[in-house]
């Protein structure tokens, strides 16, 4: 591991948009240290260093905005098919669980996990047969194409996916996998 250089501190201190000033509340250190520290007149303590980086990561977390990184795809069904579309669709691309989307709007979803418990003492036919709206559950929690990344992270610890509604119609959809695909860019 290489720690950064001072040059390298303070450019991305100024590529965030942050004062030294502003750093050091948030890092809970004083502004004559950070000054310090981007000059190389002082090596910071290792937990300095830290709560500076931690500040940096936190600040760009807060620039993500949920338009940047759903997916427009939105793979979905509609209320009016049978269950046996649905876990065609699931199957097509190995997915858990999908919106129920009529006409542009979100009106529930359905999940593998709905359809295996149905099928608990009923004839494989007899759920194959039966339409979407006659099973799906609640639809997922909506979004503005802004909202922030964090307040979407949150909603996901809860739920599958997050969607995204722009005028009312679902635009995009956001997944835990989309919130980690930012860990590795």
């Known amino acids: ?30 502004q004559p240290l950070i000054a310090r520290i981007e000059s190389g007149d002082v090596d910071p303590r290792l937990s300095t260093l830290r709560k500076i980086i931690e500040v940096f990561e936190d600040v760009e977390k807060e620039d993500i905005q949920v338009g940047n990184i759903m997916n427009t795809n939105v793979i979905s069904a509609p209320p009016e098919e049978h269950i046996d579309v649905a876990v065609q669709i699931m199957e097509k691309h190995n997915i858990s669980q999908i919106p129920v989307i009529s006409k542009g709007v979100s009106v529930g979803s359905i999940s593998e996990e709905m359809i295996v418990r149905s099928l608990a003492g009923k004839k494989k036919n007899t759920v ?9 559950g609640d639809s997922f929690p909506t979004v503005s194409p802004n909202a922030d990344i964090k307040m979407v992270s949150y909603m996901l610890e809860r739920n599958p996916a997050v969607l995204v509604l722009e005028m009312g119609k ?16």
């Open 1 to 30: 591991m290489q720690l950064p250089t001072p040059e390298e501190l303070k450019d991305k201190r100024t590529e965030l948009g942050l004062t030294q000033s502003d750093l050091a509340k948030r890092a809970g250190v004083s």
């Open 128 to 136: 194959s047969h039966m339409l979407i709206k006659e099973m799906m």
């Open 170 to 185: 679902v635009v995009g959809v956001v997944t835990k996998h989309d919130v980690l695909k930012l860990l590795s860019d």
